[in-house]
């Protein structure tokens, strides 16, 4: 019964601190648009796995614990994603099911909070249930990823059609492609949603810089770092951080015997270094 009670605790222990460093590590951040929009125009999993958002996602993912992360499957408004050796799933080996939730809503944190697209993801597979790796489908709000891949030129583009016109823009065989792909335009015409999101009020998209740091600036921070407060600090300027309660993150992390830094990368690197000792 002893036994029982304290793995029930250690689970707990190790499931929040991993959810209290993914929650620190977005909360501050904000992804540039040029990025999301880099990454939702890929066209396989390979064009996705080479953007720097992938990359920042892949590292955030395994330096928490939440597992190596791969891109199994891209469409215009679904995307299709893979996790080997997570932690998550480890903690519940004993249990037969798809138990990643965490893993799930770190998904959603992202797309949500720093993509701002709504989504919905479900976890279609996972290792406790026999999978070979876990995997994750993430639905998105198709107008929220419409809102970063088409752009003024597009708008012209479709306009001119609504016209029945044609007006010259550079790669335009490309942009008319790209504009099949999200259903907007078929047999250069129209269709029925390419009307509907010409009538849609279209929010402008506010690019931004920071906390995209170059790697080397990021790495300089987190080796001397000895926290994810002091990290974040020196990397984004202390007026950036309110609300982080470092007591918070410093405390976890002792209590399980263990050690980490956390920093940004690229978006919002996040950098631990962990201490078993058990």
Known sequence: ???N????IYVFGELTKMEVALSTAITKSKIPAGEIKLMLRSTNPL???RTPLFQYMKTVFREIGLGNLKCLKISPFQMTFGVKNSKVAKLFSDVKGKTCYLTADAFAMFFEKDMDISCHVKET??????????KFVVDMDPLGVLRYVIDNIDIEILNSLKKG???QVEDYEARMFNLQRYGLVEKNKLTIMGEKYLEIKRSPLIETERPWKRLSEVSEVTASAKSFAEAFSKTVGEEEVEEIDESKIVNIVDEANKSRSFA???AKYVKKEVKEDE
Request: proline share 0%.
């Open 47 to 49: 064009q996705v796995e």
């Open 264 to 266: 940004e990368l690229l």
């Open 5 to 8: 009670i304290a793995r029930i």
């Open 165 to 167: 016109k044609k007006i």
């Open 1 to 3: 019964m002893e036994e």
């Open 125 to 134: 597979e996972c290792v406790n249930n026999g999978g070979e790796m876990c």
